[in-house]
Each structure stands twice: as C-alpha cells, then as structure tokens.
C-alpha cells in the first residue's frame, strides 16, 4: 500500500520532520534531504530511499509507482493533487515513471478533450464503462496526471479544430500538437530515443528554418496527422476550419488553403505510428517498466490491430466510406449506437457535397500549387542540429 502524505506549503525543514515522524527516523540518523528536478524518465531511487516528496503546487511533478517483480501499477500522484506537495513513504521494491508518459511527454502539457458529448456525467463518474461514450476522467487525472478539458456538446471535427485554435489563443499559446484518439505511437529506436525527443528537435528546425513566430507553417505532419503540429499564428493567414465541411474532407479544405497562401506543410519523421479501431487491454505495456519483452509483444498486437483496421478500409473504400469510423458508437457488448448511424452519415456525405460545391473537384488536393509545397524535415537533419546544440 503506498502511503501519501499532503501539504499545502511546507520548507525542507518541515518536510525533514514530517519525514522522520512518519519513518522513524532518529535525530542521530537525519534523512539526506536531495532535490532534483530531472530525474530519469523510468528508474528506481536509492535502496536507502526512505520517502519522496513531488512538487505538484503548480502542476509541474507526476509519479506513478510499479512494483519491480512484476511491473504492477501500484499508485500515482498527478494533477488531482494541484497545489500541493505530496510525501510518499518509499518501498525499495518499487520503481517509478516520471512527468513523462508512456512515450516521453511530460503530463503537464497534456490535455484530453472529452468530446463524448457526455463530459458532465464522466466527470461525475455516474457513466456506465460499457458505453461507448464512457471516459474515466478519475484514471486520467489520478493515474496519468492528465488534464481533461470537458466540452458540453459533441463537436464535430472541424469543430474541434477550431476549438483548439481558440483555446490556444485565449491561452497565448503559440503552437500545439493533437492527436487522433485512434492512434497508438510507439518510439522508433532508428530515429530517436523517444517520439516527444524528436518533438523536440522538429521544434528546434523549425526555429533554425523559420524563426521563432513565424506564420509561414501552418502544420507539421508526423505520418499525416496521425500527429500534428499546428502553428496558431498560421490560422490569422487561413482562417478556421469551415464547419460546413463537418468530417471528411474538411483537412483537404484547410491544408489546401493553407498551400494556396503560400505556406510550408512540413512533415517529419518521429516514431511508429498505429491506426487501429479497437482499445488496448493493457494500456500500461506501453510503458517502460513494462518490460522489453511485453512491448515487443504489444507491438506485435498493434500491428495485427493496424492490419485489421487497414482491410475494413479497403472493403469500405476508404475516405468514400461512411463506416470507417464506426468503431466510436461500438459499446463494450458489441452494439452500435445510433449516435453513429443514418444522422451522423448524413453529415459526411452533406460535407463532401459541400466540398465538391466549393472546389469543383472531389480531388483533396485543391492546392493549385505544387506538391513541392511539404517540405520534409528529414531526421537526419533535425539531428544534427539537435547533436550540435546538445554539444
């Protein structure tokens, strides 16, 4: 049983204190009080490690705690605990995982938005987990340290776009990155350490490229969008996403304006990505304490998912398929909501209608440029420049 300890503010002498009151510890054996703020993304304290204390008063520490033998999720401090300093009385049988998730990103910097259309009622937890439109907010926030941003609608996607753009905006914010919730990305060892190291190094070339607030880039793709990097000043150049074109293909919409004013799409290699239509049983393998050989056979399940996925798309033609995404109205049982049925349809076909209406073509290319407008960031490239400036 992991065991925390909370407080408001405290100095080191009173953690010091707190710390020799709950341990035991004696006067003539005062704890080594060590402050760090880069510990290793995965990795165990010291065998004389008595406590730990994570600073989380302004959201900036995360911990979650596995045992060593067999990797089990014990316990986890994250961004339910905002605003305090947290003191967990250690077990040298334990090891940890840091601010950075399963694939290097810090928690702090992300955020789920629930578009469920049911955010109330998954943030009061009264949502049957067999539902499709379920969310565990309370595993998100307490296990991951993820924050979720509830929206009180279901949005569409180019609803969503714009809305990101909004909150970018209204937080200062001068780029971000988003992600399909389909999408499962594993690091590439042939490219870097982990994908949020190449995040890094793309951020750093795109400095190196364009300077610091440049609207020249609109978006850089990491395997299409599968994740995208979206430059917030570009939108003042293109405009938002046009809600007319609610699904599919309202992205041809918008990168196509995008190379109509001129701008750079840029693309970059980062990791393996996964584009699967069902949920993974063991979302923890995809950790580093999960082990070598579990994550070899996580990728092997994530390929065969991938495969699988890939077919269906074949049989139903793709981007002129209307069940493409239907796995999101799948409930645990296997029924389908009619939240995806004949009315959601509708909405694509009326937008690829729409689309056509306005650009005379089906084609996603709508351009009028040439392709030489994605400029590949190739990874060589951003390695070099991430190697000399680590030197």
């Known amino acids: 049983m992991v065991k925390k300890i909370r407080f408001d503010d405290a100095s080191d002498n009173e953690l010091l204190e707190a710390c020799k009151k709950e341990t035991g510890a004696s006067d003539n054996n005062d704890p080594i009080w060590k402050i760090t703020t880069d510990p290793q993304i995965n990795s165990s304290f010291p065998d004389n490690t008595i406590a730990v204390v994570i600073d989380v008063r302004q959201q900036i520490g995360a911990l979650r705690i596995f045992e060593n033998e067999t990797g089990k999720f014990l316990d986890g401090v ?10 967990i009385l250690w077990n040298k049988s334990w090891n940890y995982d840091t601010s ?3 694939q290097g990103w810090p928690p702090s910097q992300i955020v789920i938005f629930d578009n469920t259309g049911h955010a109330t009622e998954n943030a009061e937890g009264s949502v049957d987990p067999y539902m499709h439109y ?4 309370t595993h998100i ?3 991951y340290g993820v924050a979720v941003y509830a929206i009180s609608r279901r949005l569409t996607f180019a609803e969503c776009q714009n809305l990101f753009l909004h909150v970018a905006q209204r937080e200062d914010i001068y780029d971000f990155f988003w992600a399909h919730q389909d999408v499962v990305v594993m690091q590439d060892e042939t490219l870097y350490p982990s994908p949020f190291e190449a995040v890094v190094a793309e951020k750093r070339e795109l400095v190196r490229r364009f300077g610091t607030r440049s609207p020249n880039w609109p978006i850089g793709y990491f395997d299409y969008d599968k994740l995208a990097h979206v430059n917030v000043l570009a939108a003042d150049v ?3 996403w046009d809600i007319r074109i609610p699904y599919y293909p309202s992205d041809c919409d918008y990168y196509g304006r995008a190379r109509r004013a001129g701008l750079y799409i840029l693309d970059f290699p ?8 069902v949920c993974l049983t063991n979302p ?3 950790f580093a304490s999960a082990g070598w050989s579990t994550r070899r056979r996580l990728e092997s399940t994530l390929k065969s998912m991938a495969v699988s996925k890939a077919a269906g798309d074949k049989w139903w033609h793709f981007w002129l398929s209307d069940r493409r995404n239907i796995w999101q109205g799948r409930n645990a049982d296997g029924s389908l909501s009619p939240d995806f049925g004949d009315g959601w349809r509708q909405q694509i076909v009326a937008g690829r209608k729409f689309f056509k209406h306005k650009w005379g073509t089906s084609e996603c290319d709508v351009s009028c440029r040439n392709e030489s407008t994605i400029v590949s960031l190739a990874a060589t490239q951003a390695r070099k420049v991430w190697d ?3 030197a």
């Open 238 to 240: 293109i405009g938002l």
């Open 141 to 143: 926030r307490y296990v």
């Open 284 to 286: 923890q393998a995809l």
């Open 388 to 390: 000399a400036e680590a």
């Open 100 to 102: 950075y998730l399963a």
């Open 78 to 87: 994250g961004t339910e605990e905002k605003g305090k300093l947290v003191m």
């Open 134 to 137: 379920f969310l565990n907010h």
């Open 270 to 277: 980062a990791a393996r990505f996964f584009d699967v239509a």
